[in-house]
C-alpha cells in the first residue's frame, strides 16, 4: 500500500458564473478542488491550510476512518475549526472500501464550494467487479448561488425563513450550456465509440436532491457509497445531497454530442426549489453536432425515485445483524420555534424554522469539540440522553396540528457499547410537510434493510425486512412521508455524527451524535489525538 501526501490550501478565489464575477472559497486555486486517487488500503496525509477569511474544516465523506475520529472533520463534532491562518494535517487509511467518496468542507455552508472528488480503485493486484473501463470520469453535481453562500446561510438563519434557492445546478462546478453566460465552461467528455466509460457521480449540492441522465445512453449502477452492489441498468439515477453512485457506460451510438443532465428531485409540496437544468457533453470524437438533452422525470417523480432506490442491492447474500442490542426509532424533520414577529422572526405564522430528530434541535458547542470533551472528560459539553423514541406520541404522516410538537434545543448524544448490534428507524414527520431526507451517519456503512411509506409499523415492517442483500450505504435518503430502517455493528469507537445532508436542516437543527465506547484491546480503542489538532 502506498501513502499519499497531498497539501490543501483553503483560499478566496475569482470565479465568474452566470454573467457575474464573483469570490468563492476554493482549495489550490481550483473548483471543484482536487480529485484525490488512491487504492483501498492506501494511505492518506493532507495538510490544510487556511487562507481564507473564514474557519474551516474537513471532512472525508462516507470514509470509516477506523478508530480515528480525530481525521474526520465536522467543526466541533471531532476537532475545533481551523481558524484563518491556521493549519491541520488530516492522517487515514482506507480500509475496505472501493469507489467513489468525496471531501468537503464541514463548516457552517462552506461546503458549497469546498468539494472534491476521492476515487479509490481496487487494491493492488485485484480488480473490478466488471471489466475495466476505457475512462474514468468524476460528474460532481453541485449548486452555485448568485450571493455569497455564507450571506445565503446568514439570511436563512438570521431570519427564520427558508434559504433562497440556488441560482443553478451545476456539473463539475459549471452551469452549462442552458444557462445564461455558461456555454464556454461546459464540462465535456470526449469518447470514442466503443469506448467503456464509469461516471462516478457524486452530489455535492448544499440543499437539492438531483436527478442525473445521459441522452440516449443507459447507465449500469456497480457502485454506491463506496461500496458494490447488484449491478442494474437505467436511465436515470437519484441522488440525495451526499451520496454517490457509480455507473457504466458504453459509447454504443454511432457519433453525435449528448447531454448529461442534473435536475432537481423536489420531494416537499409547494416548496420553492432550482429548476434549472445543468448540462455537460459526452462528445464522441470530432462530432460537432447540436448536444441532445436526456428526458428527465418531473421535479416531483417519487416513483420513479421509488423504483430506483428499490434496485439498489447487495452484490450477494450479506451477514446482516439480527439480534438488536440499541432499538431506536427517531422521527426526523422540521419544526417551528415560536418568535415574536420582527426581522427575526420571518417563519410561518410568528414562528422560525428549526429541525429536529426526536424532537431535540441539535446545538453544536463552541468551547471544545464533542470529541475532545468525551475523551478529555470536559463537564457541560453535551448530554448523553438524546431519546431512542420520541417523546411524543402521534400519527407522523398525517396533519399534525402546527404548535402541537415544538423542538427543544439541546447537545443531546447517545451512547453505545462497542461491538453493539445497533437498528435505526428513521421517521419522516409531517410537522410542516412531508419531505425525503438524506441522513447520513459519519465513521460508517450501514445496511438498509427496508424503506415505505407512511407510519412505519413494527410488526408489519420488521417481518418484510431484507436480511438477504440489502445495501450498503452511509446516507439514506429517508423517503417523503416515509421511513427508512437501518442496521450496523458499532465497531469503530469515538464521536460520530447523523445528520441530514441538506445543510438548511442541518443548520436549523437536524442531528446529533453517537458515543461509540471502546472495546478491549488496542485494536478496539480510539488512537490518541494528533498533536497538531486545533484548538477552539
Ligand atoms: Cu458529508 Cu457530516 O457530512
Not at 441522452?215 to 451526499?242: R, S, W
Request: include cysteine.
Amino acid at each position: 500500500a502506498e501513502t499519499h501526501h497531498h497539501e490543501f490550501k483553503v483560499q478566496e478565489i475569482a470565479a465568474r458564473r452566470l454573467c457575474r464575477n464573483h469570490r468563492i472559497v476554493a482549495v489550490n486555486g481550483q473548483f471543484p478542488g482536487p480529485t484525490l486517487e488512491v487504492r483501498n488500503g492506501d494511505s492518506v496525509v493532507v495538510k490544510v491550510t487556511n487562507a481564507a477569511p473564514y474557519n474551516v474544516t474537513i471532512h472525508w465523506h462516507g470514509l470509516r476512518q477506523m478508530r480515528n475520529p480525530w481525521a474526520d472533520g465536522p467543526e466541533y463534532v471531532t476537532q475545533c475549526p481551523i481558524q484563518p491562518g491556521g493549519s491541520y494535517t488530516y492522517r487515514f487509511t482506507i480500509t475496505d472500501q472501493e469507489g467513489t467518496l468525496w471531501w468537503h468542507a464541514h463548516s457552517r455552508w462552506l461546503r458549497a464550494t469546498v468539494y472534491g472528488a476521492l476515487v479509490i480503485r481496487p487494491k493492488l493486484g485485484s480488480s473490478y467487479p466488471f471489466p475495466k473501463p476505457k475512462i474514468e470520469f468524476p460528474v460532481i453535481l453541485g449548486e452555485w448561488w448568485d450571493r455569497k453562500v455564507i450571506s445565503v446561510q446568514r439570511q436563512a438563519l438570521f431570519s427564520g425563513a427558508a434559504p433562497n434557492i440556488s441560482d443553478a445546478i451545476t456539473i463539475n462546478g459549471q452551469p452549462g450550456d442552458l444557462l445564461r453566460c455558461s456555454s464556454q465552461g461546459t464540462t465535456k467528455l470526449t469518447v470514442n465509440k466503443g469506448d467503456t466509460v464509469l461516471l462516478r457521480v457524486i452530489n455535492a449540492a448544499l440543499n437539492q436532491q438531483l436527478f442525473f441522465s445521459v441522452a440516449n445512453h443507459k447507465l449500469t449502477v456497480v457502485a454506491t457509497d463506496a461500496i458494490y452492489t447488484k449491478q442494474f441498468t437505467t436511465n436515470v439515477i437519484m441522488l440525495g445531497p451526499g451520496q454517490t453512485t457509480d455507473v457504466l457506460l458504453t459509447a454504443d451510438q454511432q457519433s453525435g454530442r449528448y447531454y448529461m443532465a442534473a435536475r432537481a428531485y423536489e420531494s416537499a409540496k409547494n416548496a420553492p426549489f432550482d429548476n434549472t437544468t445543468a448540462t455537460a457533453v459526452l462528445e464522441y470524437k470530432s462530432a460537432t453536432s447540436q448536444p441532445i438533452l436526456p428526458q428527465l422525470p418531473a421535479y416531483n417523480d417519487t416513483n420513479t425515485v421509488t423504483a430506483f432506490s428499490n434496485q439498489i442491492k447487495s452484490p450477494g447474500k450479506v451477514i446482516v445483524p439480527t439480534k438488536i442490542d440499541d432499538n431506536l426509532f427517531i422521527t426526523v424533520g422540521l419544526g417551528f420555534f415560536n418568535c415574536t414577529p420582527g426581522p427575526r422572526c420571518q417563519g410561518p405564522n410568528n414562528t422560525r424554522f428549526g429541525a429536529s430528530m426526536n424532537n431535540i434541535s441539535f446545538v453544536l458547542p463552541r468551547r471544545a469539540s464533542l470529541l475532545q470533551a468525551y475523551t478529555q472528560k470536559i463537564p457541560n459539553i453535551y448530554t448523553t440522553d438524546f431519546p431512542p423514541v420520541p417523546p411524543v406520541k402521534f400519527d407522523y404522516t398525517g396533519n399534525v396540528p402546527r404548535g402541537l410538537w415544538q423542538p427543544v434545543k439541546g447537545t443531546k448524544l447517545y451512547k453505545l457499547k462497542f461491538g453493539s448490534s445497533v437498528q435505526i428507524v428513521l421517521q419522516d414527520t409531517s410537522i410542516f410537510s412531508t419531505e425525503d431526507h438524506p441522513v447520513h451517519l459519519h465513521g460508517y456503512h450501514f445496511y438498509v434493510v427496508g424503506q415505505g411509506f407512511g407510519n412505519f409499523n413494527p410488526s408489519r415492517d420488521t417481518a418484510n425486512f431484507n436480511l438477504v442483500d440489502p445495501p450498503q450505504r452511509n446516507t439514506i435518503d429517508v423517503p417523503v412521508g416515509g421511513w427508512a430502517a437501518i442496521r450496523f455493528i458499532a465497531d469503530n469507537p469515538g464521536v460520530w455524527f447523523m445528520h441530514c445532508h441538506i445543510d438548511a436542516h442541518l443548520a436549523w437543527g437536524f442531528g446529533m451524535a453517537f458515543i461509540v465506547e471502546n472495546g478491549v484491546g488496542e485494536a478496539e480503542t480510539l488512537l490518541p489525538p494528533p498533536s497538531d489538532l486545533p484548538q477552539c
